[in-house]
């Protein structure tokens, strides 16, 4: 098992910045991937960014880039979000997600951003 928390949310206004911090522990063997999804009210899940370890190939959504930074502390298995720019239609619950041997997937409880107009 793999426990994932998450923090950083919060309520910024448009352009302002927030970072997200996101820790595995337990099972950590195989921990292939790091990353971050996102859910906004009435919309489906969306992918945001991904790091790999192995690499530090580092994956973002059209949406996001240039505005967001993934980057990732191993072997503490820890990713950050830097968002910069933020825009209303960045509102949500962000959830931290890790991919591990097998392609098993775990999840965070979330943490909500909330961008003002």
């Known amino acids: 098992q793999v426990q994932l928390v998450e923090s950083g949310g919060g309520l910024v206004q448009a352009g302002g910045s927030l970072r997200l911090s996101c820790r595995a522990s337990g099972r950590a063997f195989g921990n292939y991937a790091m990353g971050w999804f996102r859910q906004a009210p009435g919309k489906e899940r969306e992918f945001v960014a991904r790091l790999r370890w192995s690499n530090g190939e580092t994956t973002y959504a059209d949406s996001v880039k240039e505005r967001y930074t993934i980057s990732g502390e191993y072997p503490r298995y820890t990713v950050y979000l830097q968002m910069n720019s933020l825009e209303p239609d960045d509102t949500g619950v962000y959830y931290c997600?890790?991919?591990?041997?097998?392609?098993?997937?775990?999840w965070g409880k979330g943490t909500q951003v909330t961008v003002s107009s």
């Open positions: 997600n890790a991919i591990v041997a097998g392609g098993v997937n775990y």
